[in-house]
């Protein structure tokens, strides 16, 4: 069993940042690929980042390539979405989540998630 915390969500002007940060409680965090989606209202959930139980192998959605940057420190058990560059398209809510599978963007893959986190981006 594995529960997810994530924080660092707010408001933030077009252009600028925000760090979400994902903790999580349970046994052997490292070895769990780990996820970043998002949900925009009306709209369905979305693949954004994945992170390998190493952090050897990052995998991004197109449309947040070369913005943002997934990371994960596996002596704190927390998963990090470092957001820059921020667009009004990426106001969601941010939910983090932990598959046992491989490196994997489909949502079912994921066993765990994460209550979910605003970020609002205003223009």
């Known amino acids: 069993q594995v529960q997810l915390v994530e924080s660092g969500g707010g408001l933030v002007q077009t252009g600028g940042s925000l760090r979400l940060s994902c903790a999580a409680s349970g046994r052997s965090f490292r070895s769990y690929v780990m996820g970043w989606f998002r949900q925009a209202p009306g709209k369905e959930r979305e693949f954004v980042a994945a992170i390998s139980g190493s952090g050897g192998i990052r995998s991004y959605a197109d449309s947040v390539k070369g913005r943002f940057t997934i990371s994960r420190d596996n002596d704190k058990n927390t998963v990090y979405l470092q957001m820059n560059s921020l667009k009004a398209e990426d106001t969601a809510i941010y939910y983090c989540?932990?598959?046992?599978?491989?490196?994997?963007?489909?949502?079912?893959?994921?066993?765990?998630w994460g209550q979910g986190t605003q970020a609002t981006v205003s223009s």
């Open positions: 989540a932990a598959s046992a599978r491989a490196t994997t963007r489909a949502v079912p893959s994921y066993e765990y």
